[in-house]
């Protein structure tokens, strides 16, 4: 199940973190936010199983793996990512590792899982039809879904720590990345935004997913967008 170059596309996502300290603190905190409200929409029990999907090696950066961080169940934790693993089951003792292979199936079976978790991956995973197998993955495997990106309309860039650029459309915010310290980002495997909309029209039953907003920031303008599933329509 190995794939190329797998640690250092892994670190890529993370690779300017430590020289964005802003970035790096608005991450910390936000994902720190994203997991209380992880608690208090999903209520895992001791004895729920938590599949989080695209956990990383680069444990260096503050906001990485935070569930594996503070989750105090982590006997019930399985950790999906696409390297090989090692320093995870070492730096978090008692969680399970299980290396997957991007695009392809999850290799668990149907409704394995309580909950999978999923912060800050979807929108690294390409295309729009893309996006929408990762989450129809999430589902297939497990009870009920918790899945956090980027908010868009927050004022901060968090990838590059750049303000107000990626309010522009997909294609100009490309374009002035593209050549640069952050070319990295400009290619849409690498990172392509999402709406409240769009996401919610990515699961197989829309009327039972709601989006939200969390993380720091005000209203509309917070951080993150959290989109959770359960297995009854919302109100």
Not at 176 to 188: P, V
Not at 209 to 223: H, R, W, Y
Request: charged share 20%; glycine share 6%.
């Amino acid at each position: 199940m190995a794939v190329p170059n797998q640690v250092s596309t892994d670190r890529a996502y993370h690779q300017h973190n430590r020289k964005l300290p802003l970035a790096d603190r608005i991450g910390y905190v936000a994902r720190t936010r994203v997991y209380h409200l992880f608690w208090k929409l999903m209520q895992p029990e001791a004895s729920s199983t938590i599949l989080d999907i695209g956990v990383t090696d680069d444990i260096d950066a503050s906001a990485a793996n935070l569930l594996e961080q503070l989750y105090p169940y982590k006997n019930r934790l399985t950790c999906a990512g696409i390297t090989e693993g090692n320093q995870i089951e070492r730096t978090y003792p008692g969680v399970r590792y299980v290396q997957i292979t991007p695009g392809m199936p999850l290799p668990f079976e149907d409704r394995e899982f309580d909950i999978v978790y999923s912060n800050a991956v979807l929108e690294h995973v390409g295309s729009r039809d893309k996006q929408r197998e990762f989450v129809r993955e999430a589902c297939r495997v497990s009870q009920k879904a918790f899945i956090a990106v980027p908010n868009r309309l927050f004022p901060v860039e968090v990838h590059t720590g750049i303000p107000l650029l990626h309010w522009l459309s997909a294609p100009l915010f490309r374009a002035a990345l593209r050549g640069g310290r952050f070319d990295f980002f400009s290619h849409e495997e690498n990172l392509n935004y999402i709406s409240a909309r769009e996401l919610r029209q990515l699961y197989p039953v829309e009327r039972f997913a709601k989006t939200v907003c969390a993380g720091v920031g005000f209203g509309p303008f917070q951080s993150n967008l959290i989109s959770y599933y359960l297995p009854q329509p919302i109100e």
